[in-house]
C-alpha cells in the first residue's frame, strides 16, 4: 500500500509508470546518478542513455504534483553484448554455440528515496527481464553489486538472480578497494553448466557412456577371449569456481553499484 505523498500541493496517491528514457531526461538522470552512487559517470553514459544507444527504462509519477509528472523517479540502464565478449560466457549452457549469443548487462538501477519500497525497482528489473526473453539470442540478465549494498543484494536475490561469483576488489572508490557479486537470470535455456540437471545430465551420460563401454570390451572379451583393461577414461565437470579477476577499464563508471 502506498502511503500518501505529501507537499506543498496536499496528499496524493502516486501513480507509477515505465516509459523508455528519452533526451528532455538528461539533467533529471544526471542529478539521479550524482545522488545515488559513489561513482561518477561520463557525459557521454548519460548521452547514449537519453539517445536509445543503451536500453533503459524510466520510472515516472504521474499524479505528481508541480509540473513534475513526467519527471524520473526510477530509473534502469542496460547494454546488450555478445556473450563471448562477456565475462560470464563460461556460465552459460555449455551444450550450445556461443558465437551468436548475447546477454544483458545492467549498468545502473535507482529509485528516489522518497519512492523506495513499492516495487518500482521490483518492476524495472521485469521490464529487463521479459525484454532479455524476448530475443532468441539472448541467454541472460547480468550485474555487479557491491558487496555491503544489502538493498540490491536483497532484491536481486529476491528476484531470482543467482550470485555466481565473488570478485575481489573490483571497485576502486575514494582510494578504497572494493569486492563486488555477480548476479545473473538466466533466460531462454541459458542456465549454467552447473545447474543440478546438468549435472544430472553429464552423470546419466557418463554411466550411459561406462556402461557402453563395458558391454562393448565384454562383447570383445568373449570374441578374443583375453582380459579386459580397467576403463580410465575421465569425465570434467565444467567448474563455477573460475574468478575472473576484472580490471577497471573505461567502462568501470557504467557498472552497478
Ligand atoms: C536498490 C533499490 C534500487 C531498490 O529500489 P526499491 O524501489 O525500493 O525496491 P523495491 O521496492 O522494488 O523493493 C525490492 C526489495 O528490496 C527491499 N528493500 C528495499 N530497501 C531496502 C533496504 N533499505 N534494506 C533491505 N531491503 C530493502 C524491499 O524490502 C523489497 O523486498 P521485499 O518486498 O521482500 O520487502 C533502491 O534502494 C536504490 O535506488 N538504492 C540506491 C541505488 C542502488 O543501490 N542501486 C543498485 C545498484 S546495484
Known sequence: MWRHMGGSQGLYSPAISYRPIQPSDL????????DLFPVRYE????????????????????????????????F?????????????????????????????YILTLGVVESYRNHGIAVSLIKEVKKYAATIPTCRGVYLHVI?????????????????VRRLYSFYFINGQHFDAFLFIYYVNGGRSPCSLLD???HVMTYLKGGIEV???????????????????????????TQNKKILLNDDSGYQCV
Not at 550450445?96 to 544483458?104: A, E, P, V
Not at 558487496?147 to 550470485?163: D, E
Request: net charge positive; hydrophobic share 35%; glycine share 4%.
Open 27 to 34: 539533467d533529471v538522470l544526471m542529478r539521479l546518478h550524482t
Open 43 to 74: 557525459p557521454e553514459f548519460y548521452q547514449k542513455v537519453v539517445t536509445g544507444q543503451e536500453l533503459s527504462w524510466g520510472a515516472v509519477d504521474r499524479n505528481r504534483p508541480n509540473g513534475q509528472n513526467d519527471e524520473l523517479i526510477g
Open 76 to 104: 534502469v540502464t542496460a547494454r546488450i553484448l555478445p556473450a563471448k565478449d562477456s565475462e560470464v560466457e563460461d556460465l552459460l549452457s555449455c551444450n550450445m554455440s556461443k558465437n551468436d549469443l548475447k546477454l544483458i
Open 147 to 163: 558487496l555491503y549494498n544489502n538493498p540490491a543484494i536483497h532484491l536481486y536475490q529476491k528476484m531470482s538472480f543467482q550470485c
Open 199 to 201: 549435472i544430472m545430465r
Open 214 to 240: 563395458v558391454i562393448s570390451k565384454l562383447q570383445r572379451n568373449e570374441n578374443k577371449g583375453s582380459r579386459w583393461h580397467k576403463n580410465r577414461e575421465t569425465f570434467n565437470l565444467v567448474s563455477t
